[in-house]
């Protein structure tokens, strides 16, 4: 498989309190690599990954995987309490911002490994998740429990959300735009279909 060889390019955002990990599931998702050391993020971290995608979350990874980057908040460790809290502002930023008003997204609670240092109860960050309609995951960065898991579950989202707005595409519907997309599902406008010539 070359390079340009793909149908979908979908590119994913982390969110979340500094320090919490976004870049350490990036790495820990695209190259299975860990690193102790803190390094903030000056700029953007970016990274590929080409899966082969089946319906309801499976993806089996490509020879050749190139990795790309995701979604989450994260709520754990000394800064723990303080970044979950900060869930709600992320999300509400991300709902400010985003390509549609209600933006796929998975609650990730990282650093589930420092279970000693825990200040966020697995219950509450799963009532948050509940109220937002999410999935939550409790994520280690470091051991890699999850990452994969929190990515597929997030992909099928995006992926479930693209085949209704191509079934749509094919109601006479007056209230579809020209180009078949309610103005209240819209495409993530970075789900680049390169090579299907889908019709969104
Ligand atoms: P910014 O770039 O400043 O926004 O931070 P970030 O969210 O990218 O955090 P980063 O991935 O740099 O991780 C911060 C620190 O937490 C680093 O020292 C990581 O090694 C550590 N860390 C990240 N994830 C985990 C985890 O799952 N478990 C443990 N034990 N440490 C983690
Ligand atoms: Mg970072």
């Not at 971290?45 to 979350?57: I, T």
């Not at 995987?65 to 970044?83: E, K, Q």
Request: net charge negative; glycine share 8%.
């Amino acid at each position: 498989m070359s390079d340009g060889d793909y149908d979908y390019l979908i590119k994913f955002l982390a969110l979340g309190d500094s320090g919490v990990g976004k870049t350490s599931f990036l790495y820990q998702y695209t190259d299975g690599k860990f690193n102790s050391k803190f390094i903030t993020t000056v700029g953007i971290d970016f990274r590929e990954k080409r899966v082969v995608y089946k319906s309801s979350g499976q993806m089996e990874p490509q020879a050749g995987d190139r990795g790309f980057t995701f979604n989450c908040g994260t709520l754990r460790d000394r800064r723990g309490f303080g970044s979950f809290l900060n869930v709600r502002n992320w999300i509400s930023q991300l709902q400010m911002h985003a390509y549609c008003e209600s933006p796929d997204i998975v609650l990730c609670g990282n650093k589930c490994d420092l279970e000693e240092q825990r200040t966020v109860k697995e219950e509450e960050a799963q009532e948050l998740a509940e109220k937002y309609g999410i999935p939550y995951f409790e994520t280690s960065a470091a051991g890699g429990l999850n990452v994969g898991r929190a990515v597929e579950v997030l992909l099928d989202l995006i992926m479930k959300r693209m085949e209704r707005c191509v079934d749509k595409s094919w109601m006479p519907d007056s209230t579809l735009r020209s180009n078949g997309h309610s103005a209240n599902e819209k495409l993530p406008e970075e789900a680049t279909p390169e090579k299907s010539k889908c019709s969104c």
